[in-house]
Nanobody, 126 residues
Framework: VQLQASGGGLVQAGGSLRLSCAAS????????IGWFRQAPGQEREFIAA????????FYVDSVKGRFTISRDPAKNTVYLQMNGLKPEDTAVYYC????????????????????WGQGTQVTVSS
């Protein structure tokens, strides 16, 4: 699986952006696709993940109610809809793939995700 993230940009505080993560290759039902972000000088931070089979999402508390992760199996694409953006959301956003042969709990640890997209910059101005 290869991932291509897009959709970043410059937006004012309170605005919205939708990020896309297009996957090439086969994604299987037990796989997860996650979104992470990394601000300058900070560690990579988990944001959300989605179960490819049933679309069940999992979020970090800081984005619950503002961000929505979804997937379109027909397009092999995962989306991250970001509303109510804040300056502290400024970061490079990455999508990542975690394959699994069996159903597995969500994980926020970056090291369990094996394939990463190239990142897309999101800048929120105050």
């Amino acid at each position: 699986v290869q991932l291509q993230a897009s959709g970043g940009g410059l937006v004012q505080a309170g605005g919205s952006l939708r990020l896309s993560c297009a996957a090439s290759g086969d994604i299987f039902s037990n796989d997860h696709i996650g979104w992470f972000r990394q601000a300058p000088g900070q560690e990579r931070e988990f944001i959300a993940a989605i179960n490819w089979r049933n679309g069940k999402p999992f979020y970090v508390d800081s984005v619950k109610g503002r961000f929505t992760i979804s997937r379109d199996p027909a397009k092999n694409t995962v989306y991250l809809q970001m509303n109510g953006l804040k300056p502290e959301d400024t970061a490079v956003y990455y999508c990542a793939y975690r394959g699994s042969l069996r159903a597995t709990p969500f994980s926020s640890f970056a090291n369990v995700y094996t394939t990463w997209g190239q990142g897309t910059q999101v800048t929120v101005s105050s």
